[in-house]
């Protein structure tokens, strides 16, 4: 029987953005777990609760593209960039502005 991280493992393959990948692993397994709780609630033996909510996410492989296709490489390193570029110049910034007023 697959578990969920497996199931997870197989949706987020096609994730190229490592930080990315691990969010999406982390967001899809916590979506199984929580429907995972509900079918046990509901008096679902444990492998039968397992099952019911993998089927309930749907076909890891066919979700992995999807995954894939959304989150983007580039708008990832973007970010990264603009965030390292951004600290210094505010950084930056409240030196000119104390050098200045001060």
């Known amino acids: 029987?697959?578990?969920?991280?497996?199931?997870?493992?197989h949706a987020v393959a096609q994730i190229r953005?490592?930080?990315d990948r691990q969010?999406?692993?982390d967001e899809l397994k916590?979506?199984?777990?929580?429907s995972y709780d509900h079918f046990l609630s509901?008096?679902?033996?444990?492998?039968?609760a397992q099952r019911l909510a993998m089927e309930a996410m749907g076909d890891p492989e066919e979700i992995a593209p999807q995954l894939g296709a959304i989150?983007?490489?580039?708008?990832?390193?973007?970010?990264?960039?603009?965030?390292?570029?951004?600290?210094?110049?505010?950084?930056?910034?409240?030196?000119?502005l104390?050098?200045?007023t001060g």
């Open 71 to 96: 989150h983007k490489p580039w708008l990832g390193y973007i970010y990264r960039l603009v965030k390292w570029v951004t600290i210094p110049a505010c950084i930056w910034a409240v030196f000119l």
């Open 17 to 19: 953005f490592k930080p």
């Open 98 to 100: 104390v050098a200045f």
């Open 1 to 9: 029987m697959v578990n969920f991280d497996d199931w997870c493992y």
């Open 30 to 34: 916590a979506h199984l777990e929580d």
């Open 42 to 48: 509901q008096g679902y033996p444990a492998e039968t």
């Open 23 to 25: 969010m999406v692993f």
